[in-house]
């Protein structure tokens, strides 16, 4: 099976929620490592600079 790539540019308006998708993934996925509970009401401000990281997924993907 090949795999193909996509460009972001080239995705119709519609397609491009799933970009927010993947912000959101990246922050849920920090919240469960930071240990973060729910109840909390921590900004994604707050993750990030308890994690020491800035947001990176998406702009990896934009970059690839």
Partial sequence: MESGSWHIQSVPKKSRSSFT???AF???G???ILWVSW????TNEW???KAGVK???LDTVKAS
Avoid: F, P, Q, W
Avoid at 39 to 42: N, Y
């Fill in 30 to 32: 920090l919240i469960k």
């Fill in 47 to 49: 993750v990030l600079n």
């Fill in 55 to 57: 947001r990176e997924l």
């Fill in 39 to 42: 109840t909390a009401k921590k």
């Fill in 26 to 28: 990246e922050m849920k």
């Fill in 21 to 23: 998708s993947l912000d």
